[in-house]
Nanobody, 122 residues
Framework: QVQLVESGGGSVQAGGSLRITCTSTRENVCLAWFRQAPGKEREPVAEIDGTNYPIYDDAVKGRFTISKYGPKREIYLYMTNLKPDDTALYLC???????????????????WGQGTQVTVSS
């Protein structure tokens, strides 16, 4: 079992930056960020595996950075040049293994946090 707790969401103006955090109760598992806006399907953002190798969805590549801090079992999503379209509930997800799927897909993830809201105003 893996429990996940997200934090750090908030409101920011377009062009601004924000960092959100996910704390996991287990180390060496594949962790990922997804997001879901009202009325829209859940979409992938980024994932990071047990060796700290990151993969990004094309929509955020170059603007978002995912990283991991092992001793605290935390992953971070540092978001820059935020756009109103980035507004969503950001959800942390984990697999029970350290390898990540080649393509970020919610189907492969077993555990989910409650999410943290990110709102970007124009």
């Amino acid at each position: 079992q893996v429990q996940l707790v997200e934090s750090g969401g908030g409101s920011v103006q377009a062009g601004g930056s924000l960092r959100i955090t996910c704390t996991s109760t287990r180390e060496n598992v594949c962790l990922a960020w997804f997001r879901q806006a009202p009325g829209k399907e859940r979409e992938p953002v980024a994932e990071i595996d047990g060796t700290n190798y990151p993969i990004y969805d094309d929509a955020v590549k170059g603007r978002f950075t995912i990283s991991k801090y092992g001793p605290k079992r935390e992953i971070y999503l540092y978001m820059t040049n935020l756009k109103p379209d980035d507004t969503a509930l950001y959800l942390c997800a984990a697999r029970s293994v350290g390898t990540c799927p080649a393509k970020i897909d919610a189907w492969f993830f077993d555990y989910w946090g409650q999410g943290t809201q990110v709102t970007v105003s124009s």
